[in-house]
């Protein structure tokens, strides 16, 4: 345990609001495995964050748990890594609101998401997606984690996370680490199939934009068929070609070959030979993580008692962080 203290801290965390995407994997969790063996990993289903939008009771429980099997099957080894459900760990919803006491109106006003999701959904701009942030900062900071893997799309709300831990600091003394984002240089920002200039998102109405984790073999062959490209019928990475590039970096992110060796391989091949590659590459890359869901998801107990167990290693790191915060702040110990 000594020496795995040592080692830095990486807490990242994903939403249980749908089926994890090919994007949720590229962007953030592909390498959640291979870190394990270097950093003292600590990863969070943020079942807290997805009820900022509604969700359907049995649906959510089974999205919840199959997301908990899903990234185990990715390669979450709980032996090495805490992998815990947010919302079995107190402290998170009560860091949560100490530092929304801490984070400014016109700080979560400025928030990209909070604009796009309250666009999406004007019926229930409810006050938690507005606050959704200072919960993200809970997370975070309650681990004093150093790196944070998330992709591009999370980058503003850990820009916050920085501050709110800084300002925290400077009222009081050091009692927050300050955290760095681990973002990839490719893959970053997967696009959707049907529209690249947006990204893939798990709660698109349209099936045929995203890859599930789990879509079966016929179904993710066909969506890359159908994915929007261009009329150049030239298999390149340049500006304006953001259905090709966007293949390219998915191509890239499941085989490890560059942009160049890419290019070259499909010289004077057209667009159909390109996505059949593509998708061929990403069922091959998904067999065996689908093969372990399979078996995994089978094991309830079993599951049941990894969550069980990591939820309570989870509470006794984050409990530390919490009472030193309560006693800085003056409350009654
Ligand atoms: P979420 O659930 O939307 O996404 C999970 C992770 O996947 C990344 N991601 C993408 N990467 C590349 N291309 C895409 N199209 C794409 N879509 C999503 C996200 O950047 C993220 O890393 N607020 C977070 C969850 C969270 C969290 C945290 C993350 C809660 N607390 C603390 C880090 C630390 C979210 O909604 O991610």
């Given amino acids: 345990m000594e020496t795995a203290e040592r080692k830095k801290i990486i807490f ?4 249980p609001s749908g ?100 666009a999406k959904h004007p019926e229930n701009i409810n006050a938690g997606l507005f606050t959704y942030p200072s919960l993200m900062a809970a997370d975070i900071l309650l681990y004093q984690a150093e790196l944070v893997p998330v992709g591009a799309d999370q980058k503003q709300h850990l820009e916050l996370a920085r501050n709110i831990a800084e ?3 400077g009222v009081y003394s050091p009692t927050f680490t300050v955290p760095d984002g681990y973002i ?15 990204k ?5 109405e349209n099936a045929n934009a995203y890859i599930a984790m789990l879509d079966k073999p016929d179904d993710i062959m066909r969506k890359f068929k159908r994915a929007v490209t261009d009329s150049e019928a030239c298999v390149r990475y340049a500006e304006g070609k953001d259905g090709v590039n ?25 667009y159909g030979d390109f996505k059949t590659a593509v998708g061929e590459a990403v069922v091959e890359h998904l067999r065996p993580i689908q093969e372990r869901y399979e078996q995994l998801s089978k094991d309830k107990a079993y599951l049941e008692r990894c969550y069980r167990e990591n939820a309570e290693k989870a509470l006794a790191i984050s409990q530390r962080t919490l009472r030193k915060v309560m006693k800085k702040i003056g409350f009654v110990q």
């Fill in 12 to 15: 990242s965390a994903i939403q």
């Fill in 19 to 118: 089926t994890i995407t090919l994007g949720n994997y590229l962007g953030a969790w592909k390498n959640c495995a291979a870190l394990q063996d270097e950093y003292n990993c600590i990863y969070a289903l943020a079942d807290l964050h997805a009820i900022t939008v509604r969700q359907e009771p049995a649906k959510f429980r089974h999205n919840t748990l199959e997301a908990y099997a899903l990234l185990m099957a990715c390669g979450i080894d709980v032996e090495k890594s805490i992998f815990f459900i947010q919302s079995q760990v107190h402290t998170h919803a009560e860091l949560a609101w100490i530092l929304n006491c801490y984070t400014q109106f016109g700080e979560l006003s400025r928030m990209t998401q909070f604009k796009d999701k309250s």
């Fill in 167 to 169: 300002r925290f600091n």
């Fill in 184 to 198: 990839p240089k490719t893959n970053a920002r997967i696009m959707s199939l049907q529209d690249p200039t947006r």
């Fill in 200 to 204: 893939m998102s798990k709660s698109d």
């Fill in 246 to 270: 966007n293949l390219m970096g998915i191509y890239s992110g499941v085989t490890g070959k560059s942009f160049d060796e890419i290019e070259k391989e499909f010289e004077g091949k057209g």
